[in-house]
């Protein structure tokens, strides 16, 4: 069956689907996005997308090109005419189509995509085995709380992890780790704490992190939110990251060093069970 997607008001098969070479998006990755994962054919976070959303736009003074309630809809459509039960909706919006120039106009025509697929997200084999990650230098621009598409350099950093053989990496400036490529990263310390990084320009605002910091404060745990360094996180009890894509998924060893007995970690586990059980009774 070809996809469906969703260019500009219409529903096309995803071979006609078209944008403009002219498209600041395409010139300038002047656009921002956002992963919305899908249970039971259900939006999860759908609200915490859509106000993120809403602020990259306002932070780079892109008008929203349809309203929520409109967004919205179009997910649904996506979801029913795709026969989408379980995987992702990615929804991109740039300034649109424009003469190239640094200088951008101030009247621009958004252009909106938004185009679903299929992802096992609960039945995850990289779940249950758990990640490997190296370490890499953050390399990215210091606006990183704006969900932009210019996303090489987090692709570089994942292709050099890749290279020596992780799955992927965590990046680190001044000395403290950012986040993954594509999703928050956290650590449970010796003593039992779960540190993940205080929010600021210098990661995204993940929407999954916000969600499982409340349900580790449900269940007794304790959260720190701060910076934590390459051999605080080298010799935690437990690690994880956070994504849409992902939910909550364990990491096994990073830097080349195995944390614990190299197999998912009871909180990890324990935070993933959490998050899906939550996220299949609140999914919209
Ligand atoms: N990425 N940090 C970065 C750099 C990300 O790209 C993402 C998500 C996250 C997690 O945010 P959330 O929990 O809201 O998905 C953190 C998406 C999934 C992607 O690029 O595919």
Redesign the pocket.
């Known amino acids: 069956m070809a996809r469906i997607v969703y260019v500009d008001g219409a529903y096309v098969p995803e071979a006609e689907a078209k944008v403009s070479v002219f498209d600041r998006g395409f010139l300038f990755a002047d656009g921002v996005y956002e992963?919305t994962s899908v249970i039971d054919g259900k939006l999860v976070d759908f609200a915490g997308h859509l106000t993120r959303l809403a602020r990259s736009l306002s932070e780079l003074q892109i008008p929203a090109p349809v309203s929520d309630a409109e967004l919205e809809a179009i997910h649904r459509e996506l979801v029913t005419r795709n026969e989408l039960t379980e995987g992702l909706i990615y929804l991109q919006v740039t300034r649109g189509p424009a003469d190239r120039d640094f200088v951008w106009l101030d009247d621009p025509t958004p252009t909106l995509v938004l185009f679903t697929q299929e992802k096992a997200l609960i039945d995850s084999p990289l779940a249950a085995r758990g990640l490997s990650v190296a370490l890499m230098p953050d390399i990215r621009w210091q606006r990183?709380d704006i969900k932009t598409v210019q996303l090489l350099a987090?692709s570089m950093a994942k292709m050099a992890a890749r290279a020596e053989g992780a799955d992927d990496a965590w990046m680190v400036e001044d000395g403290h780790v950012t986040?993954?490529?594509?999703?928050?990263a956290w650590i449970v310390t010796a003593d039992g704490a779960i540190v993940t990084r205080h929010l600021s320009n210098s990661?995204?605002h993940?929407?999954?992190?916000a969600t499982v910091r409340d349900i580790a404060a449900d269940l007794g745990l304790s959260v720190e939110e701060r910076a934590f360094t390459p051999d605080e996180a080298r010799a935690a009890a437990e690690a994880f990251v956070?994504?849409?894509?992902s939910f909550v998924t364990p990491v096994v060893k990073i830097d080349g060093q195995q944390l614990g007995d190299g197999k998912p970690g009871p909180v990890a586990t324990r935070l993933r069970e959490a998050y899906i059980e939550q996220a299949r009774r609140l999914a919209v």
């Open positions: 992963v990183r987090p986040e993954g490529t594509s999703n928050n990661i995204l993940g929407i999954t992190r956070t994504a849409a894509t």
